[in-house]
Every structure is written in C-alpha cells, then in structure tokens.
Nanobody, 125 residues
C-alpha cells in the first residue's frame, strides 16, 4: 500500500510560481511511474505531467509544456511539480498519482493505483 500526500498549493497571481510536492510512503516508490493530474470545477480530470520511476523520462501536457517541470527525489520518496508563468486557466485541484504496475508514464487516470487527496491551486488575474 502506498500513501501519497500533496502539498504546496495556494493562491498566486498570474505569472507567478508554485512548487507542489507529493510525498509517498513505501519502500518501492522508485519503481512507480508518477503523474500529476488536475481537475477544474465542471471539467474532467486531465493529465498534467508524468515522470518515470528512475526520473530519467518526463512527459507534459501541451498546455503546460515549457512552463512546468517535474522531478523526483527517490531517496526522499518525493515528486515535485514546479509551475512557472502560471495562468488563470491553471486553477484546479492538483492530484499526484502512482502506477504500481508500470515505471513509465501513462496519461490515462484509470491506470494509476494510488492517489493523493489533492491540493488546490488558484491563480488570480
């Protein structure tokens, strides 16, 4: 069993930055592909960014490419999402998710076995 806990959300003005953290329990975390998803009110949950278990591969949604980066520190069992040049449309609840069956990156939420509780990101104009 893996528990994921997100932190780092908050209120920021457009153009600002935030760094989200996803802290995981469990000794095999480095084997799991991890992704960030987000869900805005009235919208479906969407893939934002993903990182392989080793941290050597990353993937981003087109809407955040060039503005967001994802990284992980497996010694600390933590994945980070650095969000720069934030836009109002980035406002959402952000969730991290871990795939216990695959160390790669999958953009489909149904593939992920473990989810955090979410952290709210609000970008004001």
């Amino acid at each position: 069993q893996v528990e994921l806990v997100e932190s780092g959300g908050g209120l920021v003005q457009a153009g600002g930055s935030l760094r989200l953290s996803c802290a995981a329990s469990g000794r095999t975390f480095s084997r799991y592909g991890v992704a960030w998803f987000r869900q805005a009110p009235g919208k479906e949950r969407e893939f934002v960014a993903g990182i392989t278990g080793s941290g050597g591969g990353t993937n981003f949604a087109n809407s955040v490419k060039g503005r967001f980066t994802i990284s992980r520190d497996n010694a600390k069992n933590t994945v980070y999402l650095q969000m720069n040049s934030l836009k109002v449309e980035d406002t959402a609840v952000y969730y991290c998710a871990a795939d216990a069956d695959y160390s790669g990156i999958v953009r489909t939420a149904l593939n992920y076995d473990y989810w955090g509780q979410g952290t709210q990101v609000t970008v004001s104009s």
